[in-house]
């Protein structure tokens, strides 16, 4: 069946509600709107409303109750609507959901998970199309997963739904519509996909290509667009930003020996600028060539559609780079 | 009202536990035995007793930063209270987290933020949890007038009424927000219960240093959001005798007002004077009483100095467990 990556997050909520009668969702307009996406409607009407809640425009109170809930023995799936809203309760996100197990003891379980509706979306603006996974993987605590399609988005919610870690979950706005074909029964039977494993998108020899979200398809196009002229382009989807599944992307480098990463957001201080860091200081001698970082221009997302399209990356600038680093 | 002697004589018991906990805490900070810093809640004890006189099995608390004493009132062992205190692997949180994060999940004890009024949110998911369970039980919400301005505590109000959860907030007006007095932070005179009208709450403002009013009044507002009316708001008005943490020499504050205090509004003499005068209590039981844990807190303390300390091999110990 052809699937959408909306319909996939709609699904694993749904599976996982009617699994656990513990698993509850809320959020600005997820009840009878069915979130400003389409993502939560008829949930309502099949969970009722204990567990499918509207709050009010909250957010800093709407991630302490999570957490609350969450300890307390309810298994909370929040959504904060647009990521750019995640910094509204950036002190309870970085402080409180990352930091309280540690701070408190073990006994403090927090099975929740925090999505958001992350990047561009075709004029949204400077304050709707940001990705904010590098300003909190600053918070150890945390796990920090974005899917790049349909399949891995309902595997991976699911996962985070069943972990008693608390999750942040990022989901690429311009991916909601794209479809992915999935056989029926492979999609409809409740697989999930362990969270810290990383993806072998497509398998090559000449470069590790670490791409994250919404760049993972327009990785895959330039690499068919590079296969052309004979560039043979590993692609790897981290997955889970945090924490990192080394494994599997150091051993891509050491097969390559070139590595490159392409995100959707700026580029100072972004998830190119910690891997690339990592990949000096832990596989110096393994690289052949500098580690390109392929991410948006630094300036806020313009509202002018083709000034946001120009600020981030696209498969023909990233073939320009990977062509620029053999 | 008519009060069973043995309630009476329980309320005192943690009400002197409390003080004697805070004393303590105050006497091995001047040893240097803390690695942190203490922020002393002496003068307060009787709002926090009185108000969590009305509790039961199953509730919620979120306490503040101080009076700290109260964390094992509600069932923290002396042991781990004082070992999280001197940081050491027989605390709470195997001194991760320190005198901001005592106390246990299994006694009802929700966490702390240490960037005060971040947690508000987290008494109303517990609410929420209460509430999704059909319990009649109450999640407590302790904070003071400086953190009473603090947006996520109004937020915390909002979705708690939105939601008609089981929050009782309790705004512990010590009036003073580190140096800066409540009179500049709050245009009105209670930052708690003055407030609570705008998220549709009931509220009593009450005197929290005499503890069976602060009973009276936390009996009538929890008998209401047991009963599932949704959040309300306590305000107790009390006075922090000592400085924000140690060593502050208050110079933004009449010392004279501060010994009036003490000398008058002393929550624990107060009842102590009515107990004895009604033949609740005798002088001999209170020394007793007091000397008694005063010995168990002198152990504890002696456990704690000698108990080992987290080694860097397990410092990553309770991250992604």
Known sequence: MKVTYAKAIGDALKEEMRRDEKVLIFGEDVAEFGNIFGITRGMLEEFGAARVRNTPIAETAMVGAAIGAAETGLRPVLELMYSDFALVPFTEIFHCVAKWRYMHGPAYRLPLVIRNASGSSNGAGPEHSNCVESLFMHAPGLTIVTPSCPYDAKGLLKAAIRSDNPVLFCEPKLLYQTKQEIPDDVYNSDYVIPLGLADVKREGTDVTLIAVGLMVPRALAAAEELAKDGISVEVIDPRTLAPLDKDTIYNSIRKTHR?????????????????????????????????ARIA???????????????????????CTVIRGML | MHYEKDFLRQLHSELLKARMLEQKMVEIYAQGIVPGHIHSGMGQEASYVGVLAT??????????????????????????????????????AGGRGGANHLGRFEDGVVGFSGTLGADAGVSVGAALT???????????FFYGDGTASRGPVHEAMCLASAWKLPVLFICDDNQFAISTPRQFSSAIENPGAGRAAGYG????????????????AARELTKYIREGNGPAVIECKDYRWRGHFEGDQCPYRDAEVTEKYMAEKDGLKLFEAKLLADGVLTEAGIAELTESFEREMSA?????????EMKPEEIFDNLYV
């Open chain 1, 296 to 318: 948006a221009l630094d300036v806020p997302v313009a509202y002018n559609i083709a000034m946001e399209h120009y600020s981030i990356p696209d498969a023909a600038k990233i």
């Open chain 1, 259 to 291: 590595a490159a990463i392409v995100e959707e957001s700026n580029k100072t201080a972004g998830i190119g600028a910690e891997l690339a860091a990592l990949f000096q200081e832990e596989l110096y001698d393994e690289l052949d060539g500098p580690i």
């Open chain 2, 201 to 216: 709450m009931p509220s009593k403002v009450v005197d929290g240093t005499d503890i069976l009013a602060v009973y009276e």
């Open chain 2, 300 to 308: 504890a303390v002696e456990n704690a100095v000698a108990a080992p």
């Open chain 2, 130 to 140: 209460i509430a999704a369970e059909k319990r009649d039980n109450v999640s407590y």
């Open chain 2, 55 to 92: 509790r039961k099995p199953g509730d919620y608390f979120k306490l503040g930063h101080r009076p700290l004493g109260i964390f094992h009132i509600l069932g923290e062992p002396l042991d781990a209270f004082f070992g999280e205190l001197l940081a050491k692997t027989t605390g709470n």
